[in-house]
């Protein structure tokens, strides 16, 4: 990963500069903590390019692939489980807004940031609902 590839994606997708900490150490932990999203981000765009028809669960765990393939439900009959990698990057695609026609790019790493912010907030509701509804 080049140096300005990882600084587009903590400055664009993070977007680490709008942070209105007022002290040095909340300021540190927060760049941490987006250094760390920044990578995921760059590492699933990556891997999607050099390996995908590999296992989804090499990037993602057991419960944002469940979410990803209850959110990703239509209409259509001929929904395909997320069986691959390249399926599962595509949907969090879709949730950060990409729209998957056949002249387009493979989503790169802002619209990945986004869905998967997308997902995060999905899944956080999940947890809760669990928490309350299941007692």
């Known amino acids: ?9 903590l400055k ?5 500069e709008e942070a209105k ?15 760390i999203l920044s990578w995921r981000i760059f ?5 999607n390019r050099v390996a995908p ?8 765990t057991e419960t944002e692939l469940l979410l990803l393939q209850h959110t990703g439900k239509s209409s259509d009959p001929q929904t395909k489980p997320l069986g691959t ?9 879709k949730l950060g807004g990409y729209l998957h026609r056949a002249k387009y790019p493979p989503p790169g790493n802002f619209i990945l940031w986004r ?4 997902l995060t907030d999905i899944q956080l509701g999940f947890l809760l609902a669990q928490q309350l509804v299941g007692k």
């Not at 869905?115 to 997308?118: F, P, Q």
């Open 21 to 35: 900490l007022r002290t040095a150490p909340r300021l540190v932990n927060l760049i941490a903590v987006l250094c």
């Open 12 to 16: 664009s997708g993070a977007r680490a």
């Open 53 to 60: 028809e590999s296992d989804p669960r090499v990037a993602l």
């Open 115 to 118: 869905g998967l912010a997308r």
């Open 43 to 47: 590492w699933m765009t990556m891997i």
């Open 1 to 9: 990963m080049t140096p300005d590839t990882f600084h587009k994606i």
């Open 85 to 93: 990698l390249k399926a599962a990057i595509l949907a969090i695609a």
